[in-house]
């Protein structure tokens, strides 16, 4: 009985999930979003046999961000050093279960695809030449293996929307546009994150056939990205008392003005507006202002949510 009226008053009181988690949710919305998106990509293309500069950029950003995520969620448990044990049991009633159970097969699946998406340099490096037979076994599967990584992907982004709206408590955070509103900022960023890497570290043309077809993508994301944010809006305008008294968190105090100029200033308007300024520098500009933009949506919803939710 006391423990579970402790755990109730700290969902009362303040912030039950801080930064850390928030920075996990940024990071595994980028991880599924990039990875995704570069599958996608290649599927359309019918180029899934070829190692693009997108798929490697991708790849490398999914596993390392999803990888630093990790780190974030362990950091933030009462226990750290046994986290472990939430890796083997399991409640397969429980939203974060079935997650870890996804992020147990979506991180090693990463891992082996960025191995293949890197086989010529793998095989290049002395050291590591003698894992190119094992990446070729791999790669032989590799139209399987991208199939199973697509769709583990997108269940990152969409876990993470669903991990956090389990709080039944706070308005602004328990809706059922949650997920599919991580899925679409997830994409969004994760192919602003990719395009950024590609052209950056893996010699990609900035107006290539694959980043005019990425770029085009962008806009019905970010539109999808605006549906779901002015629905969540309307619901809680049109919902009950505590429902209503959560439309603060979009028009007062300080995580107001993280979503307004952080969300809407930064993540939609400047992007739409360094569109219309061709160069390179607008490029990585508004590539880096999707990403900011993702981050400060991630942070005012789990923050806000929680500030805001009785």
């Known amino acids: 009985m006391d423990i579970a009226m ?8 303040g912030i039950a999930w801080p930064w850390p988690i928030a920075v996990y949710l940024f990071l595994a919305g980028i991880s599924g979003g990039a990875v ?23 790849t490398l950003v999914g596993f390392v961000t999803i990888v630093l995520g990790m780190i974030c969620l362990v950091a933030d448990l009462t226990n750290p050093l046994v986290f472990w044990r939430i890796l083997i049991y399991y409640n397969l009633t429980s939203v974060m279960s ?9 991180i090693p699946l990463v891992f082996v695809l960025m191995l293949v ?15 190119d037979g094992i990446i070729g076994a791999f790669d032989g599967i590799r139209g399987a293996l991208q199939w199973i990584v697509l769709i583990l992907a997108i269940t990152i982004c969409a876990y993470t929307g ?7 408590r706070f308005p602004l955070i328990n809706t059922a546009v949650l997920p599919a509103l991580f899925i679409a900022s997830g994409l969004s960023a994760g192919a ?10 893996f010699g990609e043309e900035e107006h290539s056939a694959d980043m005019k077809l990425l770029h085009g993508a962008e806009w019905p994301i970010m539109a999808a990205e605006a549906l779901c944010i ?7 305008i049109s919902g009950n008392a505590a429902a209503q008294a959560a439309v603060e968190a979009f028009v007062s105090g300080t995580w107001s003005t993280v979503f307004w100029v952080g969300v809407v200033g930064v993540g939609f308007v400047l992007p739409v507006l360094l569109n219309f300024v061709k160069s390179t520098a607008s490029f990585y500009l508004a590539g880096l202002c999707s990403v900011v933009g993702m981050l400060c949506l991630r942070h005012f919803i789990l923050y806000a949510g929680q500030i805001f939710g009785l």
């Not at 402790?6 to 009181?13: K, R």
């Not at 669903?162 to 039944?168: D, E, G, P, Y």
């Not at 602003?192 to 570290?201: F, I, P, R, W």
């Not at 002015?230 to 809680?236: H, N, Q, R, T």
């Open 6 to 13: 402790n755990f109730t008053l700290g969902l009362s009181q």
């Open 36 to 58: 995704a998106v570069a599958l996608m990509l290649n599927r359309y293309r019918n180029q899934v046999a070829e190692n693009t500069p997108v798929l490697k950029a991708a």
């Open 98 to 106: 079935l997650g870890v159970i996804a992020l147990l097969f979506y």
């Open 117 to 131: 998406a890197f086989r010529k340099e793998v095989k290049g490096c002395g050291a590591l030449a003698w894992l």
């Open 162 to 168: 669903f991990l956090i709206s389990a709080l039944i």
């Open 192 to 201: 602003a994150a990719a395009k950024l890497v590609a052209v950056g570290c």
């Open 230 to 236: 002015f629905m969540i809006a309307v619901s809680l």
